[in-house]
């Protein structure tokens, strides 16, 4: 079995800027990262984007680390997304479209983004609420697609925490087949699925050649704990069949629960990429 490559989220709530956590990752033996949006969102408030990227770049080189994916913005649009004014979902399209901007100038490769999520509106019947929100994601994802195809930069869809539309593995494929862009996938998120009751390794073949991205981490179904592999429920073993089945030639991206206390993260790191090694020396 030939190991899959592996790396981790940048947000790990340790009190360093982007280019110090950097560093430490590598001196951890990491060599590929997602970066997380607090950065890129809080340089945006700013008016530092650029210079924050040219810096993030510059040390993500010099120290041998290559960007996988970076995780979007979340939250904000989905209050764009739910408003029925206009001009306040054309507001997110416009956020997202220039994430995707910020992906391609961080040389990530690919954006992850959260299918747009719309309140269920007074008197709507369920199956209206379904069709209406299906037709937002398919409006919102078909213009930032022409943004990823003029720049290169891949969308992937994350499958989503809460039991709505985007948390099922057939909405997300509906969604991207009906795009029809080689620009748009899926990342799945192996934690999401667990809360869902969706076997990881299931939702992987059924994505096949749509599963553009991931985010691993474990739980007890309870609730989205981002835990290393095998301190949850998650069928690692069925996991990792089907990703090596699917012909999947991306890192694995670990995204576990961080801490304010940098020697905690740092075992953390340890400890989860103890754990995905042993996963392949596991019968």
């Known amino acids: 079995m030939v190991e899959l490559e592996f790396g981790f989220n940048t947000g790990l709530?340790?009190?360093?800027?982007i280019e110090k956590g950097l560093a430490r990752m590598a001196g951890l033996g990491v060599r590929y990262v997602e970066y997380d949006n607090v950065f890129v969102s809080q340089s945006e408030k700013s008016g530092e984007v650029e210079k924050t990227v040219?810096?993030?770049?510059?040390?993500?080189?010099?120290?041998?680390?290559?960007?996988?994916?970076?995780?979007?913005?979340?939250?904000?649009?989905?209050?764009?997304?739910?408003?029925?004014?206009?001009?306040?979902?054309?507001?997110?399209?416009?956020?997202?479209?220039?994430w995707v901007g910020y992906t391609e100038r961080l040389e990530a490769q690919t954006l992850i983004l959260h299918p747009a999520?719309?309140?269920v509106r007074p008197g709507e019947r369920f199956i209206e609420y379904v069709k209406r929100i299906r037709e937002l994601n398919i409006r919102v994802f078909a213009e930032l697609s022409e943004a990823a195809e003029q720049s290169g930069v891949r969308i992937?869809?994350?499958?989503?925490?809460?039991?709505?539309?985007?948390?099922?593995?057939?909405?997300?494929?509906?969604?991207?087949?009906?795009?029809g862009s080689r620009?748009?996938?899926?990342?799945?998120?192996?934690?999401?699925?667990?809360?869902?009751?969706?076997?990881?390794?299931?939702?992987?073949?059924?994505?096949?050649?749509?599963?553009?991205?991931?985010?691993?981490?474990?739980?007890?179904?309870?609730?989205?704990?981002?835990?290393?592999?095998?301190?949850?429920?998650?069928?690692?073993p069925r996991f990792i069949k089907?990703?090596?089945?699917?012909?999947?030639?991306?890192?694995?991206?670990?995204?576990?629960?961080?801490?304010?206390?940098?020697?905690v993260v740092e075992n953390r790191i340890r400890l989860a990429s103890t754990v995905w090694h042993s996963l392949h020396k596991a019968p």
């Open 13 to 17: 709530g340790w009190p360093l800027t």
């Open 54 to 98: 040219k810096s993030t770049v510059s040390a993500a080189k010099s120290l041998g680390i290559r960007a996988v994916q970076i995780h979007g913005p979340f939250g904000e649009p989905d209050v764009e997304f739910s408003s029925p004014d206009p001009g306040d979902v054309e507001k997110g399209v416009e956020r997202l479209r220039r």
């Open 117 to 119: 999520m719309s309140l």
């Open 156 to 179: 992937a869809l994350e499958n989503r925490l809460e039991a709505s539309y985007g948390s099922r593995i057939p909405d997300l494929l509906d969604l991207v087949e009906s795009l």
């Open 183 to 236: 620009r748009i996938g899926v990342c799945l998120d192996t934690g999401h699925a667990n809360v869902n009751n969706i076997p990881a390794g299931e939702a992987v073949t059924l994505l096949g050649r749509h599963l553009f991205a991931t985010h691993v981490h474990d739980n007890d179904r309870s609730g989205d704990q981002h835990l290393p592999p095998l301190m949850g429920s998650v069928d690692w």
């Open 242 to 263: 089907a990703i090596e089945a699917v012909g999947y030639d991306r890192p694995i991206i670990l995204e576990i629960q961080g801490h304010s206390d940098e020697a």
